[in-house]
């Protein structure tokens, strides 16, 4: 059972423009939403991360729309760049717990 | 700080070999984890530890061990490898206090069983 399901897969974006991936989750026990990135070769890094107290967290040019109703989130990438070219996990946790549960990952690729 | 390490960084098994990846954090911090990432497939956990001489089962445990004699450390064995073990394997700590928890993760060790 796949409690957070991340899409796309795999997304092309040119560079300047905007990246959104997308995440839903089922328990809605969950109140820890973080955004993870990977470079090639690295591990993951923490990029942004919500509670569900708050719609919307902004960081620079990313930002984490929140939707408890619809129990979805979503990753924007504002004005993107080739160097924002990797893999994006989104993941879920309980609060107290600090055993996230991951999406399958979101390669994306931003082309100058 | 060097945060999290990890050695070796490549290794390639012939099957049925066994061999531990070693894992090392300086942050104090209390959680650590052992995760596997296959392509198309994110971070499957395999243990996890909430601190010294406490260890438990993530998802995918089997044919892996660990241990956790002191904070630091973290190690992860493979008894008897097997084709199906071939993924890149990645240490991360946490504080384990607050609410959420960012993870620190390591660089990942990359794992043929041939």
């Known amino acids: 059972q796949q409690q957070v399901k991340q899409s796309p897969q795999s997304l092309i974006v040119q560079k300047g423009g905007i990246s959104i991936i997308n995440c839903a989750y089922e328990n809605t026990a969950f109140d820890y939403f973080p955004w993870y990135q990977q470079f090639p070769g690295k591990g993951p890094a923490l990029l942004i991360a919500?509670?569900?107290?708050?719609s919307e967290k902004k960081e620079g040019r990313f930002t984490i729309s929140f939707n408890k109703s619809a129990k979805q989130f979503s990753l924007h990438i504002m004005d993107s760049q080739p160097g924002d070219s990797a893999t994006y996990f989104c993941a879920a946790s309980l609060g107290g717990s600090y055993i996230p549960t991951f999406g399958r990952g979101t390669s994306l690729i931003v082309h100058p | 700080n060097a945060g999290v390490t990890q050695t070796p960084k490549f290794r390639i098994l012939k099957i049925g070999q066994s061999m531990t990846l070693q894992c090392t954090q300086d942050m104090n911090h209390n959680y650590m984890y052992w995760y596997r990432q296959d392509p198309g497939m994110g971070l499957k956990l395999i243990y996890y530890?909430?601190?010294?001489?406490?260890?438990d089962k993530g998802e995918v445990p089997n044919g892996y061990n660990v241990s956790r004699s002191t904070t630091e450390d973290f190690p992860l064995r493979l008894e008897l490898a097997a084709p199906s073990q071939t993924s890149v394997y990645f240490c991360?700590?946490?504080?384990?206090?607050?609410?959420?928890?960012?993870?620190?993760f390591g660089p990942g060790t990359r794992l043929t069983v041939t």
């Open positions: 530890s909430v601190g010294a001489g406490i260890t």
């Open positions: 991360a700590s946490s504080l384990g206090q607050g609410i959420g928890g960012e993870q620190y």
């Open positions: 919500i509670r569900p107290d708050v």
